[in-house]
Nanobody, 115 residues
Framework: QVQLMESGGGSVQPGGSLKLSCASS????????MGWYRQTPGKERELVAS???????NYGDSVKGRFTISRDGAKKTVYLQMNMLKPVDTAVYYC?????????WGQGTLVTVSS
């Protein structure tokens, strides 16, 4: 069973930075794509960033230029570096992995951006 474990969430002031980690129980190159989504109460989960097996990245419009997704195959971990954080970035961030028709989610980590 695939397990994804997020870490790195917390509270930060506007303009600050955080780095999220998603540790996978499986080789990350097993997945077609891995990424990060976020969700706030009453809203649908939205794509933040993704990276496919070939290394091609994709970002949500609201985070382009501020967030960077990366990976370390040896550590079976995908990262999300978040810079210039804004209050609107406050959300629960979920790690996501997909292979063929199977989708897997982590339990989520809360990011709060507030002064």
């Amino acid at each position: 069973q695939v397990q994804l474990m997020e870490s790195g969430g917390g509270s930060v002031q506007p303009g600050g930075s955080l780095k999220l980690s998603c540790a996978s129980s499986e080789n990350i190159f097993f997945f077609n794509v891995m990424g990060w989504y976020r969700q706030t109460p009453g809203k649908e989960r939205e794509l933040v960033a993704s990276i496919n097996v070939g290394g091609v990245t994709n970002y949500g419009d609201s985070v382009k230029g501020r967030f960077t997704i990366s990976r370390d195959g040896a550590k079976k971990t995908v990262y999300l570096q978040m810079n210039m954080l804004k209050p609107v970035d406050t959300a629960v961030y979920y790690c996501h992995a997909r292979v063929a028709s199977s989708t897997h989610w982590g339990q989520g980590t809360l990011v709060t951006v507030s002064s």
